[in-house]
């Protein structure tokens, strides 16, 4: 079984960070990419950021020059940072791993985590 848990979400101030942390568990050989998604209440969702197995980044216009995504693949995990957040920057974030194997001859398929809550408000 493949679990992606993410932690690091909570309420924060406008203009405060956060370190988002998403980790892969169980039975994996490999991930493509990981990325961070959000979704905001009556919203679709949308994604944040990705980062593919050998470093190569994404950001979406709307954050691109207030988070950081990074990855630690022999931890299987990705991090998120985000700065200067804005209300609308409120969502419930959910991490995503892509192209995930749980062998070497292993199909790929796509996990999605939980999601955690981020509230930005004063």
């Known amino acids: 079984q493949v679990q992606l848990v993410e932690s690091g979400g909570g309420l924060v101030q406008p203009g405060g960070s956060l370190r988002l942390s998403c980790a892969a568990s169980g039975s994996i050989f490999s991930i493509d990419a990981m990325g961070w998604y959000r979704q905001a209440p009556g919203k679709q969702r949308e994604l944040v950021a990705r980062?593919?197995?050998?470093?190569?980044?994404y950001y979406a216009d709307s954050m691109k020059d207030r988070c950081t995504i990074s990855r630690d693949n022999a931890k299987k995990t990705v991090y998120l940072e985000m700065n200067s957040l804005k209300p609308e920057d409120t969502a419930v974030y959910s991490c995503?791993?892509?192209?995930?194997?749980?062998?070497?001859?292993?199909?790929?398929?796509?996990?999605w985590g939980q999601g955690t809550q981020v509230t930005v408000s004063s």
């Open positions: 980062i593919t197995s050998g470093g190569v980044t």
């Open positions: 995503k791993a892509e192209g995930l194997r749980s062998g070497y001859f292993g199909t790929r398929r796509d996990y």
